[in-house]
């Protein structure tokens, strides 16, 4: 089992839509949340980060944290064309041991906006 | 800041053939970091570098990777010899906070035939 679970879809919806994106982890150590978002042939270009559970927005963007469940999200309002990419989930150790600048990533999702 | 800058973007070589690698991270970043990205794995982290020492090599393949970051604005990832299974996008990133977020160069597309 992977350390970071994420759909890899294709996602298709429509302009104007509410996007939802999900990851699941099982190492219990994670502390640092992260989402990228990477445009075909480019670098990921990080979109959020978070610290512990909670939520954090940023324009149309809403992350959210589940540290009991595991579980993280990311919520796109109003969807455009432009958002058309594949978000990874990314996530990192608290302080201690070896592991602690490691960023783990998800598989990615693959998000279309159509018009 | 121009960002992380990672040169050549595109390499293609052929198989046996010694190839370079390399990586300027943002200035003042203490973290770097060498990922590999292809279809089937995703993004998969190779070693990473704090304050210019290498801190875990485990992602590493084979002995035919090697990296070095002999100052704190350059590193270089070599594979020699080279084999068309490394084909693939290379990315370096470096970050400034201990477990924040990394800011990822365009990478490098290696073709290896």
């Known amino acids: 089992q992977k350390e970071v679970e994420q759909d890899p879809g294709p996602l298709s919806v429509p302009e104007g839509a509410i996007v939802s994106l999900n990851c699941t982890y099982s190492?219990?150590?994670?502390?640092?949340f992260m989402w990228y978002r990477q445009y075909s042939r480019k670098g990921p270009e990080l979109l959020m980060y978070?610290?512990?559970?909670g939520n954090k927005e940023d324009g149309r963007f809403t992350a959210q944290v589940d540290k009991s469940s595991k579980y993280i999200s990311l919520f796109i309002r109003d969807s455009q064309p432009s958002d058309s990419a594949t978000y990874l989930c990314a996530m990192s150790a608290s302080a201690g041991g070896t592991s602690y600048g490691k960023l783990t990533f998800g598989q990615g999702t693959i998000l279309t906006v159509h018009p | 800041d121009a960002g992380v800058i990672q040169s050549p973007r595109h390499e293609v070589t052929e198989m046996g053939q010694e190839v370079t690698l390399r990586c300027k991270p943002i200035s003042g970043h203490d973290y770097l970091f060498w990922y590999r990205q292809t279809m089937m794995r995703g993004l998969e982290l190779l070693i990473y570098?704090?304050?210019?020492?290498?801190?875990?090599d485990s992602g590493m393949p084979e002995d035919r990777f090697s990296a070095k970051m002999p100052n704190a604005s350059f590193s270089t990832l070599k594979i020699q010899p080279s084999e068309p299974r490394d084909s693939a996008v290379y990315f370096c990133?470096?970050?400034?906070?201990?477990?924040?977020?990394?800011?990822f160069g365009q990478g490098t597309r290696l073709t290896v035939v």
């Open positions: 978070t610290y512990s559970s």
């Open positions: 990133a470096s970050s400034l906070v201990q477990g924040g977020g990394a800011f």
């Open positions: 190492n219990s150590a994670f502390q640092y």
């Open positions: 570098f704090n304050n210019n020492v290498p801190i875990d």
